[in-house]
């Protein structure tokens, strides 16, 4: 079975990222976002799907139901194990991405807010006046009914996630730090808290792309995450 840790692949082109595959001798769980997918486009989800990875596909996509849907089935032929949208984009938005993945093996799952969000800047920028776990808990809410497998929170979120949705409601989670180092991420836990605290899967790209023994931090937190 693949690892339920995803590496994200925060690099510049091609090269880097099979530079960094290239220390990965089995099949791992790789996370493709925007800054890779612009510069390489669709042609580097071939390329790392030849190696035999798994592939969450973050693009995060917001904007009009039908715009969401068109662009979603430009990439339904890549065939991603997980692909997402914001929840922010409302009910209708969300179904329509669900639709199009509906007859295939592509999990769809919605974005809550961005583990870069503190409580303040909830209130104080985006004017929501709920906490930040009652906004989670509705967007999930949300997410559910409109039929997508699951959402990106923080690990602190997760179990009440499960509690509000089910245990089969997937929290795939980005924040894992082993301790807070003034970077952009600010809800942050352990890989081992993450596993305590639910997360089915965690998301982790600066701690492995950025250390000296990239395959031992990742052993590391595999280990510790899938015990
Ligand atoms: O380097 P780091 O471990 O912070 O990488 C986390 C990854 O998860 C980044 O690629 C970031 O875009 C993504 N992500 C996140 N928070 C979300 C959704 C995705 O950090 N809510």
Redesign the pocket.
């Known amino acids: 079975m693949v690892s339920k840790v995803i590496i994200?692949l925060?690099f510049k082109n091609k090269e880097e990222t099979m530079r960094f595959l290239k220390y990965f001798k089995e099949p791992i769980f790789v996370?493709v976002?925007m800054e890779l997918f612009y510069s390489e486009g669709k042609n580097i989800i071939e390329e790392i799907k030849a190696l035999n990875h798994h592939i969450f596909l973050?693009l995060?996509l917001h904007d009009i139901p039908n715009t969401v849907a068109s662009a979603l089935q430009v990439l339904k032929p890549l065939a991603i194990d997980i692909i997402n949208v914001h929840c922010a984009g409302g009910y209708q938005m969300m179904k329509a991405a669900q639709e199009v993945f509906k007859d295939t093996d592509t999990k769809v799952i919605g974005?809550?807010?961005?583990?870069?969000t503190s409580s303040t800047m909830l209130h104080d920028e985006l004017l929501i006046k709920e906490s930040m776990i009652d906004t989670i808990i509705s967007y999930a809410l949300n997410a559910q009914r409109a039929g997508l497998a699951g959402i990106?929170c923080s690990p602190l979120e997760a179990q009440q996630v499960h509690l509000a949705c089910g245990l089969d409601f997937l929290c795939i989670c980005?924040?894992?730090r082993y301790q807070s180092n003034g970077?952009?991420?600010v809800r942050v836990t352990t890989p081992s808290m993450a596993a305590q605290l639910t997360c089915d899967y965690i998301?982790?790209?600066?701690?492995i792309?950025k250390a000296t023994d990239r395959v031992g931090m990742y052993q590391k937190i595999k280990e510790e995450f899938e015990g």
Do not use: E, F, M, W
């Open positions: 994200a925060d996370k976002g973050d995060k974005v809550s807010q961005l583990t870069s990106v980005p924040g894992i970077d952009d991420q998301v982790v790209g600066r701690p792309t």
